[in-house]
């Protein structure tokens, strides 16, 4: 499994998530870990990206993410990054996030720049799971609190990266063997 997380810049203004027109946001940072059978790291990838479709970061976002103008002027655009990125994941088509966000961010700025995405690529809201079958509440529970409940802190809060690597270890800590439960029926996981 790929975890995958990816920050991205928002232009200002109202949002409306509803609208079917409503653009996620211009990626800017691509983080994530593969992951053997056990939810145990076995790789990574991190790479900023030069936004071009709203090239100026928002003030909260760099507040967020830490990311600064400057750093992503000397990066390349998504349309050189994506293609690098499914070449990483090889064959693992089965990606894992926190939420159901970046599927859509993912989607939508493929789509943008002409990148056709694998037919076999499917998402699996980590999140959701977690939040089911652990806590067994319906409430979302963030990253932040996950990673505290199972007491697997690392670093880095809105780092692509880190956020996959702390996704990555509340999973190996909470079953060893998680990919039975995602691959299992939901009836069944009850």
């Not at 070449?87 to 939420?99: I, K, N, P, Q, T």
């Not at 509340?170 to 069944?188: A, G």
Request: with cysteine; aromatic share 8%.
């Amino acid at each position: 499994m790929i975890i995958i997380d990816l920050e991205w810049n928002q232009s200002p203004g109202n949002i409306d998530e509803d609208d079917p027109d409503y653009f996620v946001g211009d990626i800017i940072e691509i983080g994530a870990v593969r992951t053997d059978t056990r939810f145990k790291v076995t790789d990574r990838y991190r790479s900023l990206v030069r936004p071009v479709e709203i090239p100026v970061l928002s003030a909260s976002v760099k507040k967020l993410t830490r990311i600064s103008q400057e750093e992503l002027r000397m990066q390349r655009p998504l349309n050189e990054i994506l293609p690098e990125f499914m070449a990483w994941c090889g064959g693992d088509m089965l990606f894992g996030e926190w939420g159901t966000s970046d599927e859509k961010a993912l989607r939508q700025n493929a789509d943008l720049y002409g990148i056709e995405l694998p037919e076999e690529l499917s998402f699996v809201d980590l999140q959701e799971k977690f939040d089911r079958d652990y806590l067994y509440e319906e409430q979302r529970c963030s990253l932040s609190r996950a990673v505290e409940i199972m007491g697997v802190r690392i670093k880095g809060a809105h780092d692509a990266l880190y956020d996959c690597i702390n996704t990555a270890l509340v999973f190996e800590k909470w079953c060893p063997d998680t990919l039975e439960i995602l691959n299992m029926p939901e009836e069944e996981q009850e």
